[in-house]
């Protein structure tokens, strides 16, 4: 089970390639046009494999978003960076988006859980938003947590 989510994953990262994502001038990640957001899975150390952003970034969830709706808004994303689409359609299985309450931009999920990319993360080895406030989690490959 565990080789086929990363296999599809990986499907997902190639199928995807081609569209790329850049970061927006707020520091969240964020595509323009007709291009859509890419996802994959990497191996991180002490956290194993998990979804990450085009440049193999790691996303993280927050756990206050239990109904799926993003709540980290305001000083918030000054740490915790949203992962921004332009496009609801076209999006691989497991990932989706929902409406942002502060300004109504898309917002990337994966298995309902909106995404993050922590600001204390400097390179995409790290895992550094972990935990923090025994809140905040990378997403787990496969969907499960």
């Known amino acids: 089970m565990r080789i086929a989510v990363l296999l599809a994953l990986s499907a997902v990262s ?3 390639a081609a569209c790329g994502s850049g970061s927006s001038p707020g520091g969240g990640s964020s595509t323009s046009g007709a291009q859509s ?14 979804i990450v952003d085009a440049q193999g970034r790691t996303l993280y969830r ?24 332009s496009t609801a359609s076209g999006l691989p ?7 942002r309450p502060d300004g109504g931009k898309l917002q990337l999920t994966y298995d309902g859980h909106p995404l993050y990319r ?8 790290d895992v550094n938003g972990e935990g923090v406030g025994g809140q905040w989690y990378a997403v787990k490959a496969g969907g499960s947590g």
């Open 14 to 16: 190639v199928a995807l």
């Open 37 to 50: 957001p890419v996802v994959g899975s990497a191996k991180k150390a002490k956290v194993g494999s998990v």
């Open 62 to 85: 927050f756990t206050a978003e239990a109904e799926g709706l993003p709540v980290c808004t305001g000083a918030c994303v000054g740490t915790w960076l949203p992962v921004l689409a």
């Open 93 to 99: 299985q497991h990932v989706a988006t929902v409406r």
């Open 118 to 125: 922590y600001a204390g993360d400097r390179s995409k080895a």
